[in-house]
């Protein structure tokens, strides 16, 4: 679904990306960890077509879709405007199918987005991804600045879409622990560079890896 090879993505002369190659396979969801400024927005924002490869290919099989890091909505603008403006490029505009998975949107279909709470928001950015109908889903902070419980839910809806429609998602995360329990295999960048990849339990249970991401768990 996402075949990432050997990319490189620059702004200027600073290197953000080097040398990059990951894969999202149909129907898996794959995660991607790293520190602050190790460019995983600079992959996310590539694979939505955002920026440009300065060497490198990115090949996407079917409808890719980015919810981008901070959510990204109009605020001022309804719950149901910012849900059409995800289906704009599609042309999707009945949000009714989205609405049957994440029900709570309906609820809150007339209210502005900018008056809504951390993790609504979140919701609002996951049904407008959800619009265009992607088969694969690039999530890029899911958990930043959401409780525990909020995160929890958005996590429950987002693994549901995995198992029922085959949706493959790559899980752009902070929280190694959340992303270690939601999917099988995992990337670590660092520094624009892949340092370590592999099933998401093994890397749990590398030293190096656990002392780093996991509080030394
Ligand atoms: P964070 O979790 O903090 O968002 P990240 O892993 O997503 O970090 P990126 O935002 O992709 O990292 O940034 C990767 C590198 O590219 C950093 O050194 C950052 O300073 C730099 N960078 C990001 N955006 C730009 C930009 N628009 N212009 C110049 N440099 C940028």
Known sequence: MIAVEDLVVAYGTAVALDHVTLQVGAGEMVALLGPNGAGKSTLANTLAGLLRPASGTVTTGGRLALIPEGR????????????????????????????????????????????????????????????????????????????????ADLAAHLTELNRSRGLAVLLIEQNARLAFELCGRAYVLESGRLVTEGRSAALAGDPRVAGAYLGGA
Do not use: H, I
């Open 72 to 151: 990204q909505l109009f605020p001022d603008l309804t719950v149901a405007d910012n849900l059409a403006l995800g289906g704009w490029r599609s042309g999707a505009r009945d949000p009714s199918a989205v609405y049957d998975v994440l029900p709570r949107l309906a609820e809150l279909a007339k209210r502005k987005a900018g008056v809504l709470s951390g993790g609504e928001q979140q919701m609002v950015a996951f049904g407008r991804a959800l619009m265009s109908r992607p088969d694969v889903l690039v999530v890029d902070e899911l958990s930043l600045g959401l409780a525990p419980a909020v995160t």
